[in-house]
């Protein structure tokens, strides 16, 4: 009886550590949406009225559909790049396990615990060496590093879940290594494939400290939204940009996830 009271007062107390966790987190988040409707450019309250002005502001500016673009065209490049390194670093890591393969993934997945300041830093002085400095090709280099250990963290789970007997049976029936990884095992990992890379699109789009350092005369989006900080008048319709990116990252994690839990399902029945 007096461990079930000791259980139920820790479980009461890590209900309201978690509610003040995600207040703490996403209640700066929410007040973006909040202020980029109000009709002030000062971020305070009370609120002064309901508008849709900033966001009207969004619409023709070239500078603005410039960065945009240069964004989009990044992440796509990245995402590709990306996705395709972690299908097959994965692959050899769980299908192949030799000792080379496991020290190539874990390599891959480093960046993760590098601060972004010393990856960009680093990149900086690789790209001037090699000649074609600050670029958008740079920038799409930096991005793949970026996004790699996501893409190589999804996939490799996504192979570890597949049941080793389907490509064992694969074998017996004659299956080459080619034909098993091109037709059994990338249709089984397909859903994983999309969520990875949504997720490499997402975090390339997103990411500033690298494209920071690697830009050149075309900014990305991210780069695009900083510079306008320094003018306090173009604050509101920052929160409203920042409000449509807030928008559409939540529906393709959104859609990542769904993919993902396809995956595994998938998996589920494949093995039962």
Known sequence: ??????????????????????????????????????????????????????????????????????????????????????????????????????????????????????????LLILVNLLGFGPSRLAIVLGHVLVCLPTTVIIMRGRFASIPRSIPEAAEDLGAGELIIFRRIMLPLALPAIGSAFMLAFLTSFDEFIVAFFLAGTQPTLPLYIWSQLRFPKSLPTVMALGTVILAVSIIIAGCAELLRQRGLSRSTSSSA
Request: hydrophobic share 50%.
């Open 1 to 122: 009886m007096k461990r079930r009271q000791m259980n139920a007062a820790r479980g009461g107390w890590l209900r309201w550590y978690v509610g003040l966790y995600l207040v703490f987190l996403y209640l700066p988040v929410a007040l973006i949406p909040l202020f980029s409707f109000n009709d002030s450019i000062q971020a305070a309250f009370p609120l002064k009225g309901f508008t849709f002005a900033w966001y009207e502001t969004l619409i023709g500016n070239e500078t603005l559909t410039g960065a945009l673009m240069t964004s989009i065209s990044i992440g796509l490049a990245a995402a590709v790049i990306a996705t395709l390194c972690g299908i097959t670093i994965s692959y050899m890591d769980t299908q192949v396990r030799s000792p080379f393969a496991k020290l190539i993934s874990g390599i891959a997945r480093l960046p993760i615990l590098i601060p972004g300041v010393v990856v960009g830093i680093s």
